[in-house]
């Protein structure tokens, strides 16, 4: 039997198959199987009421999945599928209370992966069966990037571990309700505000429906390394370092340059000054850094610039989850 069929098997036996995507590695489970659905639960240690992504094959499925699809989603599913874009959509009356948190919407997407394509093809390309997959990681930690980071998430509690490789993207899919009359990204990712706005003539507006609280990406604490974090000002880095250091902690610098002196219980690791090359960094820096044992992590800030939300996001999350 291939590894293919080999995870195809396993998920519809009701386990759970970790595989890769283009953003982060996903812990699937048959999205029309509600035990299968419960092991996610149980092996995330994830709140019961927080929803799950559906991923397809292709955009060909939506119908069994959502209804009252605006041409809206069609128009972006014509555009980003597959791709890093999760579609906020109202749910078909099938789709279990256990993918949707209990809500009246449904996460969708087609990742760009060609393992995950695959595996979704022959999950479901035939029936229109998903996949249900929250990033492969505890609740509230780093997503991983790679299939070693999933193994050190979840050793044997996860039937199969396929390996694609590290993820292209490196953060999570831009997340875009399209339930309501307004388009609003729930969480934001590498395919940003413009890109959105400029496939569909208007631009997306962020944050803030009566859904946000059921986001957990939207939680302030999310995405936290061990270590804690702290986001500093490029100026100040080399001033909040030695003061760390006086007190005797080991300190970690995650930053575009090296400081300007070195000490025997510093350690530098460079940060991309490009914004797609630092979100494809991201994840293996912060859990790289945290396995070095320090007592602080410290992040140059990055630039308000709009190509930089979406790591100003997962790094401000990942700040406030260390307090
Ligand atoms: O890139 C990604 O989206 C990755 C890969 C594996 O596809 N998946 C991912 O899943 O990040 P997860 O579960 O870690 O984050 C998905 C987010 C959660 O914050 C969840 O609350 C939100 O999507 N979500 C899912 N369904 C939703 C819905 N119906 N309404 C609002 N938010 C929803
Ligand atoms: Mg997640």
Same mark, same amino acid.
Do not use: C, M
């Given at each position: 039997m291939t590894e293919? @069929? /080999?995870?195809?098997? =396993?998920? /519809?036996?009701?386990?759970?198959?970790? %595989?890769?995507?283009?953003?982060?590695?996903?812990?699937?489970?048959?999205?029309?199987?509600p035990q299968a659905i419960a092991k996610i639960f149980a092996a995330k240690g994830r709140?019961?009421?927080? *929803?799950?992504?559906?991923? =397809?094959?292709?955009?060909?499925? #939506?119908?069994?999945?959502?209804?009252d699809i605006p041409d809206t989603a069609r128009k972006l599913a @014509?555009?980003?599928? *597959?791709?890093?874009?999760?579609?906020?959509?109202?749910?078909?009356?099938?789709?279990?209370?256990?993918?949707t948190g209990g809500q009246d919407t449904v996460g969708l997407r087609v990742p760009n992966h060609p393992l995950a394509l695959q595996l979704l093809c022959e999950f479901g390309g035939a029936n229109g069966g998903g996949l249900a997959a929250?990033? +492969?990681? /505890?609740f509230g930690h780093v997503s991983p990037t790679t299939a070693a980071h999933v193994r050190e998430e979840f050793g044997d509690a996860v039937a199969m571990i396929l390996d694609g490789g590290p993820c292209d993207v490196g953060i999570e899919s831009t997340i875009l309700d399209l339930s309501g009359s307004e388009l609003r990204i729930l969480r934001p990712g590498m395919i940003d +505000?413009?890109?959105?706005?400029?496939? =569909?003539?208007?631009? *997306?507006? %962020?944050g803030g429906t009566?859904?946000?609280?059921?986001?957990?990406?939207?939680?302030?604490?999310?995405?936290? *390394? /061990?270590?804690? =974090?702290?986001?500093?000002?490029a100026e100040a880095l080399a001033e909040t370092a030695r003061q760390a250091l006086d007190t005797g902690r080991r300190v970690a610098v995650l930053a575009n340059?090296?400081?300007? %002196?070195?000490?025997?219980k510093l350690v530098w690791r460079s940060a991309s000054a490009d914004p797609a090359q630092f979100a494809h960094d991201l994840y293996a820096r912060l859990r790289e850094l945290d396995g070095i044992g320090c007592d602080l992590? #410290?992040?140059a800030a990055p630039s308000a610039e709009e190509a930089w939300r979406a790591v100003a996001d997962r790094l401000r999350r990942a700040a406030a989850g260390s307090k």
């Open positions: 293919l @069929a /080999r995870a195809v098997a =396993l998920l /519809r036996a009701g386990e759970l198959v970790a %595989f890769p995507t283009e953003t982060v590695y996903g812990l699937g489970a048959d999205a029309s199987n709140p019961a009421d927080h *929803p799950l992504i559906v991923h =397809l094959p292709d955009a060909s499925h #939506l119908e069994r999945w959502a209804v @014509a555009a980003f599928w *597959p791709g890093p874009l999760t579609l906020i959509l109202k749910r078909h009356p099938s789709v279990s209370d256990a993918i929250p990033s +492969a990681n /505890r +505000a413009a890109d959105i706005g400029a496939v =569909l003539g208007r631009a *997306p507006e %962020f009566q859904n946000a609280p059921r986001v957990s990406g939207s939680l302030e604490a999310h995405y936290a *390394p /061990r270590t804690p =974090l702290q986001l500093v000002a340059q090296p400081l300007a %002196f070195s000490h025997d992590l #410290l992040v």
